[in-house]
């Protein structure tokens, strides 16, 4: 009976999610995603392995884009679609370890579907196919909790969950840098699950993890350095770190209320349905300090390495969301559980109602938030069809600019592009690494060209499209 819920809670979490991002994604490509298919499509198979991509080293990554490149060159539905599922995957492990720790049927699916409508994290996820890495990071961190929960619980299967440990770990930081939280994810859950109550010859065999863990944690360092990727001290720009105290401020509570205050509104969602129920929950039994802590614990560990970051991104809560998924559903737990079954009435619709309304409004914000990404997607697809379509073949060493008068606003035009990705966006539209390209604003000056051939394109809206014309 127990497999049979689960694995219908299962279904429903991967059919809410699909249908909510699968007629949103695959519009076209957007910021970073034009420098990292840019990298795969020209660059040798290991250079991802022994280099930094955008400053950053991430060979797990670099070796899941190289493989989509192989597999559909230029196209951007089947990259997208693989984010959404990279993204159900993690909403499933979230499930398991929510069931692993509290075996309550309630707690896992609150905890996963909280996780689901942190809109935010997750437009910013499925709909920005560059955000693969954080994707990545979060399912291996995930995992690894989840084999640490195993490790926990003792048994013969500890040798081999201690292993999962720390090749999850290893995957983690090996897909993004944010997965250096995933030991201190790994530690947390060890002292939650009550891994490090027993007989005292248990501290040897975790003190043992640990060291491995830490050792793993310093090769990782250890290779970042000799791989070339930036240092903390000297990245500027968007990535800038600013140790000062109002910059964290700032951003511990902005990406609070992307987590923990979207979480109390679901939970109190919860706990309105059970009252409307005939359940009377205790406060006391639905908030203990025990989960609070742990919910919080997580929450810091995976935010701490962007806390300090001045530029903010939606991005940043996705696997922080964690924590605050896992106390909504320990919440939820105890909501679930404070009444004995005979005095529980059945579920109704005004029952469900609050429930009903909530996640109604979060999925809202989640298509908001994802038509956002989908409109600057097709505009820069419009885009390059168009300039595709009136320069065939510009030549080699030809200098592409796109010029624009006003900002337009409606087509998100051009936020999608950016200064960075449109020059990346040239050389692989015309599959010429020796082009150059220049995205730029009428009143601004255009440098002189030094190539053999410039071509310009004038961007313009009519009628609310996008249209490029081009300007002899």
């Not at 250079?47 to 597999?71: A, E, I, M, N």
């Not at 029952?351 to 809202?364: D, E, G, M, T």
Request: proline share 4%; aromatic share 14%; net charge positive.
């Amino acid at each position: 009976m127990r497999s049979y819920l689960s694995l219908k809670h299962n279904l429903w979490l991967a059919a809410f999610s699909v249908a909510l991002f699968l007629p949103l994604i695959g519009g076209g490509f957007v910021h970073d995603d034009f420098v990292w298919l840019y990298n795969v499509a020209y660059r040798p198979r290991t250079y991802g392995l022994t280099h930094p991509v955008q400053d950053f080293y991430t060979p797990v990554t670099w070796l899941s884009f190289k493989l989509d490149w192989t597999l559909w060159g230029f196209h951007a539905f089947p990259m997208a679609f693989e984010n959404l599922l990279l993204h159900v995957g993690n909403t499933l492990l979230l499930y398991r370890l929510a069931w692993r720790l509290w075996g309550s049927r309630a707690s896992a699916w609150w905890t996963a579907f909280g996780f689901a409508l942190f809109y935010m994290a997750n437009s910013w996820a499925v709909m920005w196919i560059s955000a693969r890495t954080h994707l990545l990071a979060t399912l291996f961190c995930l995992a690894a909790m989840l084999a640490a929960a195993r490790y926990a619980a003792g048994g013969r299967k500890k040798l081999s969950s201690a292993i999962a440990i720390i090749a999850y770990c290893a995957l983690a930081m090996l897909a993004k840098e944010i997965g250096v939280a995933s030991v201190a994810t790994v530690v947390i859950v060890l002292a939650y699950a009550g891994g490090w109550r027993r007989a005292r010859d248990g501290w040897a065999a975790d003190g043992l993890l640990i060291a491995a863990l830490l050792a793993v944690l310093c090769g990782y360092l250890a290779l970042r350095a000799w791989a070339g990727a930036v240092s903390v001290s000297a990245h500027e720009g968007w990535y800038q770190y600013a140790f000062e105290p109002g910059v964290f401020l700032s951003n511990l509570r902005e990406y609070l209320s992307r987590t923990f205050l979207i979480a109390a509104i679901v939970a109190g969602a919860i706990t309105l349905s059970q009252y409307l129920r005939g359940v009377r929950p205790s406060v006391k039994r639905i908030v203990t300090r025990r989960e609070v802590a742990f919910g919080a614990a997580l929450f810091a560990a995976t935010i701490a390495p962007v806390i300090l970051i001045r530029g903010r991104s939606g991005l940043y809560t996705y696997l922080p969301g964690v924590g605050a998924a896992l106390l909504l559903g320990a919440a939820a737990r105890a909501s679930y559980e404070c009444a004995p079954v005979a005095a529980r009435r059945p579920h109704t619709w005004l029952s469900l109602s609050p429930v009903v309304i909530v996640a109604a409004a979060l999925c809202v914000a989640t298509i908001g938030q994802s038509w956002k990404w989908r409109t600057m997607a097709k505009t820069n697809a419009a885009v390059l069809a168009q300039m595709a379509w009136q320069e065939p073949q510009p030549g080699r060493g030809t200098r592409i600019v796109l010029r624009y008068a006003t900002r337009d606003e409606r087509n998100r035009f051009p936020d999608g592009f950016g200064t960075w990705g449109f020059p990346f966006a040239v050389k692989l539209l015309y599959r010429e690494p020796e082009l150059s390209g220049e995205i730029t604003a009428d009143a601004a000056m255009v440098e002189a060209n030094r190539g053999d051939r410039e071509v310009t394109f004038q961007y313009s809206a009519e009628d609310g499209r996008p249209r490029v014309s081009k300007r002899e």
